[in-house]
């Protein structure tokens, strides 16, 4: 679309730059996920954890100060997925990691 088309919004009700729609559209589907200390998570990221967990159906704990890298975000505002050694398809909570910098 030119950057001069305007397109009805349905949400609203009111007349919008095509460019502008297609924009809060994607944003739409973004949702923020941060640690235990609000910090902003994003895809790639190395995180901490700030508690002893155990695993479900793996029977292991992961101890305080593990270090998980490379997280994936699932959509979900308070999980994230990862991988660790030993342990398939893990999720945990954004509430038990500290991002690393």
């Known amino acids: 679309m030119a950057e001069d088309d305007y397109v009805y919004d349905e949400d609203t009700g ?11 559209v994607a944003s ?3 949702v923020d996920v941060r640690d235990a ?3 902003l998570l994003a895809d790639g ?12 159906g793996a029977g292991q704990t992961l101890k305080r100060g593990t270090l998980i890298k490379s997280i994936r975000l ?10 660790f050694d030993g342990i398939k398809g893990l999720v945990l909570r954004a509430e038990f990691v500290r991002k690393r910098t």
């Open 14 to 24: 009111e007349w919008m730059a095509a460019s502008a729609l297609a924009e809060r």
């Open 37 to 39: 200390v609000g910090n």
């Open 45 to 56: 990221d190395q995180v901490t954890l700030i508690k002893d967990l155990d695993v479900k």
């Open 74 to 83: 699932t959509g979900d505002a308070q999980e994230i997925d990862c991988r």
């Open 28 to 30: 739409a589907g973004r």
